[in-house]
């Protein structure tokens, strides 16, 4: 890969990472009453649309959330890791296909706000794309079919955190001490809270198509959820994990694993 798609793919990652710093520290405002919102992927991007700047702002991000569909695309289609054919290699590709398509969309979603297109509501990136999804008269398989996919991220969230597997994708060569402590903190830490986060969205998508409710489930529907069952201060420290999730990205930028196999 030329150095050009590197930095391309490294800007993508550091795009990634703002996403998540906005959901957490937003979310985490709201959650101990300092103002923010509760907000996904798009709320993110709306609070952008909403600063000086704000056109700007966003024509940055779409352009890195490219750079973040590319690399996923590149490691699905290029195969720098040299996964192996054989199931694992091919789920962990069409996951890394699955993932691109969905950034698509976002960064689809942040060239239409800059260019006064964009819906005002917020919650996942994604949330759109569910909603038609679940409109026909399968909407209920599709619902259970998304749960059981989001529990599995899940799932391997959590993995991540704790069997330090989130390691093998940064270069550690060539960072301090400090920065290495970050990293493992910030990764483990941020790879929790996604992972509690992804479950409770399972959680509640799956319940929605077991109970023909057709209505699939965001980010902003699972942060309401913990507060409401565990109380403000649990969204709060979830809401910090994915902020240190989007530092854990930030780092990964600088120092990514994006060699060819």
Request: glycine share 16%; aromatic share 12%.
């Given at each position: 890969?030329?150095?050009?798609?590197?930095?391309?793919?490294?800007?993508?990652?550091?795009?990634?990472?703002?996403?998540?710093?906005?959901?957490?520290?937003?979310?985490?405002?709201?959650?101990?009453?300092?103002?923010?919102?509760?907000?996904?992927?798009?709320?993110?991007?709306?609070?952008?649309?909403?600063?000086?700047?704000g056109?700007?702002?966003?024509?940055?991000?779409?352009i890195?959330l490219?750079?973040?569909?590319f690399?996923?695309?590149?490691?699905?289609?290029?195969n720098?890791?040299?996964?192996?054919?054989?199931?694992?290699g091919?789920?962990?590709?069409a996951?890394?296909?699955?993932s691109?398509?969905?950034?698509?969309?976002?960064?689809?979603?942040?060239?239409?706000?800059?260019f006064?297109?964009?819906?005002?509501?917020?919650?996942?990136?994604?949330s759109?794309?569910?909603g038609?999804?679940?409109?026909?008269?399968?909407?209920?398989?599709i619902?259970?079919?998304?749960?059981?996919?989001?529990?599995?991220k899940?799932?391997?969230?959590?993995y991540?955190?704790?069997s330090?597997?989130?390691?093998?994708e940064?270069?550690?060569?060539?960072m301090d001490?400090?920065?290495?402590?970050?990293?493992?903190?910030a990764?483990?830490?941020g790879?929790t809270?996604?992972?509690l986060?992804?479950?409770?969205?399972?959680?509640?998508?799956?319940k929605?198509?077991?109970?023909s409710?057709?209505?699939v489930?965001t980010?902003?529907?699972?942060?309401?959820?913990?507060?409401?069952?565990?109380?403000?201060?649990?969204?709060g420290i979830v809401?910090?994990?994915?902020?240190?999730?989007?530092?854990y990205?930030?780092?990964k930028?600088?120092?990514?694993?994006?060699?060819?196999a």
């Amino acid at each position: 890969m030329s150095s050009k798609k590197k930095n391309f793919a490294r800007f993508g990652m550091a795009a990634k990472g703002a996403v998540y710093c906005l959901i957490g520290i937003l979310t985490a405002l709201a959650a101990f009453g300092q103002g923010g919102e509760k907000t996904g992927s798009k709320g993110a991007l709306q609070y952008l649309a909403q600063q000086s700047y704000g056109q700007i702002l966003l024509v940055i991000m779409g352009i890195g959330l490219l750079g973040y569909v590319f690399w996923r695309f590149y490691q699905s289609i290029g195969n720098p890791k040299g996964l192996h054919d054989d199931a694992k290699g091919y789920a962990k590709r069409a996951a890394y296909f699955i993932s691109g398509l969905l950034y698509g969309g976002l960064a689809y979603y942040a060239f239409k706000l800059a260019f006064g297109s964009g819906s005002s509501s917020s919650g996942g990136g994604s949330s759109s794309m569910m909603g038609s999804l679940m409109s026909g008269s399968n909407g209920d398989t599709i619902a259970i079919i998304i749960g059981i996919g989001m529990a599995i991220k899940a799932i391997y969230d959590i993995y991540r955190a704790y069997s330090g597997k989130f390691r093998e994708e940064v270069e550690e060569a060539g960072m301090d001490e400090k920065e290495q402590k970050l990293l493992v903190n910030a990764g483990k830490f941020g790879h929790t809270a996604r992972g509690l986060v992804f479950g409770l969205m399972a959680y509640l998508t799956l319940k929605s198509g077991l109970s023909s409710g057709s209505n699939v489930q965001t980010q902003t529907d699972a942060f309401s959820y913990i507060q409401q069952e565990f109380g403000s201060i649990v969204l709060g420290i979830v809401a910090i994990g994915l902020a240190g999730y989007g530092v854990y990205m930030l780092i990964k930028a600088k120092y990514p694993s994006i060699t060819v196999a």
